[in-house]
């Protein structure tokens, strides 16, 4: 017999085989995919955030429906709305789901304080932060180079001034925002909480406006004149308890250095 002509017989006759076994293999070997699964994953939005403590939306969606997880008000980004559909799915009543946004805890705008060096490396918080820290006076703020504008995928955050601003409405709370910050100014709080202490500087006194004007200085004036007792000092910097807190604005009209402030103002 012709060697080539034996050779691609022999090769013909492998690959038959080959696919005989895989086939076997694969329905034999096939993992049983609970049908729960993909109803429960059409609910869900696919941002993939890790926000309900999962590995993304498959894992959220599997625990779900291997019975493993009961709680189907987890996910932040799909609302109230995602928690009915996943409720209905499963036959169980759907929890209440606290709606959550990011807030960027700095007011240190390019008029509030400046720059110590010239950056001029990759456009990146991430990193600037490798080198001493970041350009900025301040080595607690932000770093304004959009690692979190980036990472949103609502496109709900932008730079102003020199530092991120989140736009409310836009966003759904996940969190990617608040991990891609080096700095760590971005935090998810609930959205119904009015006040923030807008600084993340652990310093105090003349040390924070040494480098920032709009720097939380530790005076505890807030907490003492706050008439709902809804704030808290934790390491020179206010905590406001948004279970406790009115809006009524007597911390932010007190407040030496302007960094209790409303969600709306920078």
């Known amino acids: ?37 993909p109803a429960i994953r059409e609910c869900l939005p696919g941002a993939n955030c890790g926000a309900c403590g999962y590995a993304g939306c498959d ?35 759907a929890g209440s789901v606290e709606e959550r946004v990011a807030v960027v805890c700095c007011g240190g705008t390019c008029e509030k304080t400046q720059a110590r060096m010239n950056y001029e490396g990759v ?6 932060k490798l080198l001493f820290g970041g350009a900025g006076a301040c080595a607690f703020g932000c770093l304004g180079n959009g690692d979190c504008v980036s990472v949103c995928p609502q496109q709900a955050i932008r730079i102003e001034k020199g530092v991120a601003v989140v736009d409310r409405d836009a966003c759904i709370g996940c969190g990617l925002c608040e991990k891609a910050c080096p700095n760590h100014v971005i935090g998810i709080f609930p959205k119904k909480q009015k006040v923030f202490d807008r600084c993340s500087n652990y310093n105090r006194g003349k040390a924070v406006m040494d480098v920032c004007k709009a720097g939380c200085i530790g005076c505890t004036k807030c907490s003492k004149v706050c008439p709902e007792g809804a704030i808290t000092m934790d390491h020179c910097l206010a905590q406001v308890n948004p279970m406790k807190c009115t ?13 209790m402030s409303f969600t709306e103002k920078l």
């Open 59 to 93: 894992g959220y969606a599997k625990a779900l429906a291997s019975g493993e997880e009961k709680r189907t008000n987890l996910c932040v980004p799909g609302g109230a709305g995602c928690a009915v559909q996943v409720a209905g799915v499963l036959g169980v009543e």
């Open 247 to 259: 809006g009524c604005g007597t911390c932010v009209e007190n407040c030496p250095t302007g960094c």
């Open 1 to 37: 017999m012709n060697p080539i002509l034996f050779a691609v017989i022999l090769v013909v006759i492998i690959a038959i085989i080959c696919s005989v076994m895989l086939v076997i293999a694969s329905t034999v070997m096939a993992v049983k995919e609970d049908p729960m699964f």
């Open 123 to 128: 456009h990146s918080c991430a990193a600037a």
